[in-house]
Each structure stands twice: as C-alpha cells, then as structure tokens.
C-alpha cells in the first residue's frame, strides 16, 4: 500500500505523536506530459498537475486531512467552512470519515452540481445563503468564535501546510522545480501553499516564477481592491476578497511572478482545449492555468525553452452544466444499423 499524505511528509507537517493519521488515498497525483499543446503553443515542456484525482476530485483533500488530522487530536466534534463547493466537499467527506458533524455554507445557485451532490451525499449540514463566498466567509468567522467548532478554510493554516505537498511532489517526480507554475486563482490559499512548498524543498535546484491567474470578473488582487460582486462562469473562484491575498502578493513577488486574470471565453477556450487536445477534463476554473498560459504566450512571454507545470486544481466532472452548455444538443438516432452506420463513415 502507497505512503498516505500525513505519512509520506510527516517530517514537514506539524503533526506530534497524537495526531491520528487518517487518509481517504489523497495526494500522490499524476503529473502528465502534454502531447499536443505543448508542441501547438511552442513550449519546452509542458505538465498538468491533475489534483482532480484525489479522492473528492481536487485539491482540497490535501489540506483537508492534515486539517481534520488536527481538529481530531484536539477533541473537536464539528468543522465549518465557507465554500464555493470543493472544500465543502472535502470537509464532508473526511468528516464523514471521522464521524465528525460538518456545516457548510455555499453561495446559493454557484456552486456546481457536483459538489452540492457530494456535501449532500456525504451527509454534511448544508446551509445555502442568499449571498456569495465572501458572505459566508464572514458568517463563518463569526460563527467560530462563539461555538465549538472547527474552522477548515484555508484560513486554517493546517490547510495550507497540506496542500504544499503538492510542490513537493512536482520536484520528486520532474526531480527539479519547474520554470513556472501556472496556478488558479480564488481565496489564494493554494498559490501561497504551493510558494511554501517550492521554499521549503531542499530538493530543488531553483524555484518557478508563480503565475497565478483569477477569472476577469473576479480578480481583486489584479485590481488591487475588493470586488463587491464576482462574477464568473468558473464559479470555484468566484471569490472577492481572497483570505490569503497577502500570501499570493509575496508568493508572485518573491518569485518574480506574475497574477494576471483571464476572462471567461478565455477559460472556456481552455477548457476545451484541455478535453479534446489532451484529453484531461478539469473543471473550468481549473483551466484558468492553461488560459494564463496562453494569454502570456499571446503577450510575447518567451517558453520555448522552458518546463512548465500548469495545475489542474478540480475534475470537469464536478460541473456537467458546464459541460453540456456548450455542447450542441444530440441528434436522436433510429435504433437501426444503417442510420449509425451512415454517420459513422460520413465522419471517418
Ligand atoms: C477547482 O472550495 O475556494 O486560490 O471554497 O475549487 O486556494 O482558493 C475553491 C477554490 C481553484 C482556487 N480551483 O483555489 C472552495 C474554494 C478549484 C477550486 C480554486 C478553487 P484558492
């Protein structure tokens, strides 16, 4: 059986001998090569981080078990969160693991279908509000400092000490950091988990320059202020107020990076690129990454040299509607072999 999380990075987690290791098969992802992109955009090389394969389909699991890893050792009975759905995911599952209560709080009609599915299934209390993320981080805060309960946002910084594993299992597996990371975007708890993680490492030889990227209608920190009401088709970063704005300011500044935005026919464009020239579904603030990297090569940044990783923060299968919106809808067939047949060579 493979190493889990809390086990594997022991010695960079603040774990002591009474933290119960507990795992649901988390971390431990591909990085996979691109075959087509990487050649159509004229880039070195070119790597997709596919965080949609942990086991809730991103890359909150990391965080998340070294989270509920520690409210368990300190005797919490409930966790809270704000979400715009994976978190809430995560949180409900582990929960459910632990045999923990877990209250969720979700920005009513964006958060994907997926996602609700899963808080729901996982048995989490769901309270839906009239308000975005934002909102309901507030509310959230507010909430734990009157009751026993334990925050897992990535205002909890045990969150942020797991999700770093993920630059640390880039650099063992390309046995080097990247030139650049490509990174989404919202609260900025994963940009400035992934900074730690590239800083922390001594396996490296260098470190990437951090380019993080948030979706045009909801890019506080490009615009330098909040942004009262984010508006975006990638509704996991539809965030206005980022929690770890100053972690992604010194992650891009230490690193001389760069946080830009995309807009959403540029996420789009992405998206599909990604699915039908790769074959990887992300979700589609996930392909806000890929998105960044197109718009830098557009402004005249130079890759044709350089290895770079793009992060793949969530599975396309959180958010079907998504999907299916931009499809055309599918012709009905005759159950009748010469009908399929006639299409079928009409396409060869
Ligand atoms: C797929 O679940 O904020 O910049 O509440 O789900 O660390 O916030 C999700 C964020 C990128 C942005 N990609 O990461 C939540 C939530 C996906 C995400 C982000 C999220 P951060």
Same mark, same amino acid.
């Given at each position: 059986?493979?190493?889990?999380?809390l086990?594997?990075?022991?010695?960079?987690?603040?774990?002591?001998?009474e933290?119960?290791?507990?795992t649901?098969?988390?971390?431990d992802?591909?990085?996979?090569?691109?075959?087509?992109?990487?050649?159509?955009?004229? +880039?070195?090389?070119?790597?997709?981080?596919?965080?949609?394969?942990?086991?809730t389909? *991103?890359f909150k699991?990391?965080?998340?078990?070294v989270?509920?890893?520690?409210?368990?050792?300190?005797?919490?009975?409930?966790?809270?969160?704000? *979400?715009?759905?994976?978190?809430?995911?995560?949180?409900?599952?582990?929960?459910?693991?632990?045999?923990?209560?877990?209250?969720?709080?979700v920005?009513?009609?964006?958060?994907?279908l997926?996602?609700l599915?899963?808080a729901?299934?996982?048995?989490?209390?769901?309270?839906?509000?009239?308000?975005?993320?934002?909102?309901?981080?507030?509310?959230?805060?507010?909430? %734990?400092?009157?009751?026993?309960?334990?925050?897992?946002n990535?205002?909890?910084?045990?969150? %942020?000490?797991?999700?770093?594993?993920?630059?640390?299992? +880039? +650099?063992?597996?390309?046995?080097?950091?990247?030139?650049?990371?490509?990174?989404?975007?919202?609260?900025?708890g994963?940009?400035?988990?992934?900074?730690?993680?590239?800083?922390?490492?001594?396996?490296?030889?260098?470190?990437?320059?951090?380019?993080?990227?948030?979706?045009?209608?909801?890019?506080? +920190?490009?615009?330098?202020?909040?942004?009262a009401?984010?508006k975006?088709?990638?509704?996991?970063?539809?965030?206005?107020?980022p929690?770890?704005?100053?972690?992604?300011?010194?992650?891009r500044?230490?690193?001389?990076?760069v946080?830009?935005?995309?807009?959403?026919?540029?996420?789009?464009?992405?998206?599909?690129?990604?699915? *039908?020239?790769?074959?990887?579904?992300?979700?589609?603030?996930?392909?806000a990454?890929?998105?960044?990297?197109?718009k830098?090569i557009?402004?005249?940044?130079?890759?044709?040299?350089?290895? #770079?990783?793009?992060?793949?923060?969530?599975?396309?299968?959180?958010?079907?509607?998504?999907?299916?919106?931009?499809?055309?809808?599918?012709?009905?067939?005759?159950?009748?072999?010469?009908a399929v047949?006639e299409? %079928? #060579?009409?396409?060869?």
């Amino acid at each position: 059986m493979r190493a889990c999380l809390l086990e594997k990075y022991r010695e960079f987690l603040p774990l002591t001998p009474e933290t119960p290791i507990i795992t649901l098969g988390e971390a431990d992802t591909p990085l996979v090569r691109s075959l087509r992109l990487e050649k159509e955009l004229g +880039i070195g090389e070119l790597y997709f981080k596919l965080e949609g394969c942990n086991p809730t389909g *991103s890359f909150k699991d990391r965080g998340m078990v070294v989270a509920v890893a520690k409210a368990l050792e300190a005797g919490s009975r409930a966790l809270i969160c704000a *979400s715009t759905g994976n978190t809430s995911a995560s949180a409900a599952a582990y929960g459910a693991h632990c045999g923990l209560k877990v209250f969720v709080i979700v920005p009513g009609g964006y958060i994907a279908l997926g996602k609700l599915s899963q808080a729901i299934t996982f048995g989490a209390e769901v309270l839906s509000i009239d308000g975005n993320f934002d909102k309901a981080l507030g509310m959230v805060r507010a909430l %734990i400092q009157k009751h026993p309960i334990t925050l897992v946002n990535s205002l909890n910084l045990h969150r %942020i000490e797991g999700q770093k594993t993920a630059a640390f299992e +880039i +650099i063992d597996t390309l046995g080097d950091a990247p030139d650049y990371l490509f990174i989404p975007v919202g609260n900025a708890g994963n940009i400035t988990a992934y900074w730690r993680g590239f800083v922390q490492y001594q396996k490296a030889s260098k470190r990437p320059r951090m380019m993080g990227f948030q979706a045009e209608g909801a890019a506080p +920190i490009v615009r330098g202020g909040v942004v009262a009401e984010p508006k975006t088709i990638a509704t996991a970063i539809r965030i206005g107020n980022p929690a770890s704005w100053q972690g992604a300011l010194a992650a891009r500044d230490e690193s001389s990076g760069v946080i830009d935005c995309v807009s959403d026919e540029e996420i789009l464009t992405a998206y599909k690129l990604l699915a *039908s020239e790769e074959g990887i579904f992300g979700e589609p603030a996930s392909a806000a990454s890929l998105a960044g990297v197109i718009k830098m090569i557009k402004g005249e940044l130079k890759l044709s040299t350089a290895r #770079v990783v793009c992060v793949i923060t969530g599975t396309g299968l959180k958010d079907p509607d998504t999907a299916l919106k931009s499809a055309p809808t599918l012709a009905e067939f005759p159950a009748q072999l010469e009908a399929v047949e006639e299409v %079928i #060579v009409s396409k060869l």
